[in-house]
Nanobody, 116 residues
Framework: QVQLVESGGGLVQPGGSLRLSCAAS????????MAWYRQAPGKQRESVAG????????NYADSVKGRFTISRDNAKNTVYLQMNNLKAEDTAVYYC?????????WGQGTQVTVSS
């Protein structure tokens, strides 16, 4: 069983920055691929960014490339999402995600609102 707890969301003005954190329970964090998803009101949940277990490989949605950076600290069992130059269309609930041994795991989500 893996538990994921996100933090760091909030209200920010357009052009501002936020850093999301996702803390994972258990001893297998360093073996797991980790990802961030988001879901805006009335829209489907979409992938934002992903990172390999060692951190050497990352991938991003086209809409966030050059603005968002995913990273991880395996010693702290934590994955981060640094979000810069935020836009109104980035407003959503952001979820941490992983999968292991045939099961998918989601955090409870953290709200990010970009508004002036």
């Amino acid at each position: 069983q893996v538990q994921l707890v996100e933090s760091g969301g909030g209200l920010v003005q357009p052009g501002g920055s936020l850093r999301l954190s996702c803390a994972a329970s258990g001893s297998i964090f360093s073996l797991m691929y980790m990802a961030w998803y988001r879901q805006a009101p009335g829209k489907q949940r979409e992938s934002v960014a992903g990172i390999s277990n060692g951190g050497s490989n990352t991938n991003y949605a086209d809409s966030v490339k050059g603005r968002f950076t995913i990273s991880r600290d395996n010693a702290k069992n934590t994955v981060y999402l640094q979000m810069n130059n935020l836009k109104a269309e980035d407003t959503a609930v952001y979820y941490c995600y992983t999968f292991w041994s045939g099961s998918q795991y989601w955090g409870q989500g953290t709200q990010v609102t970009v508004s002036s």
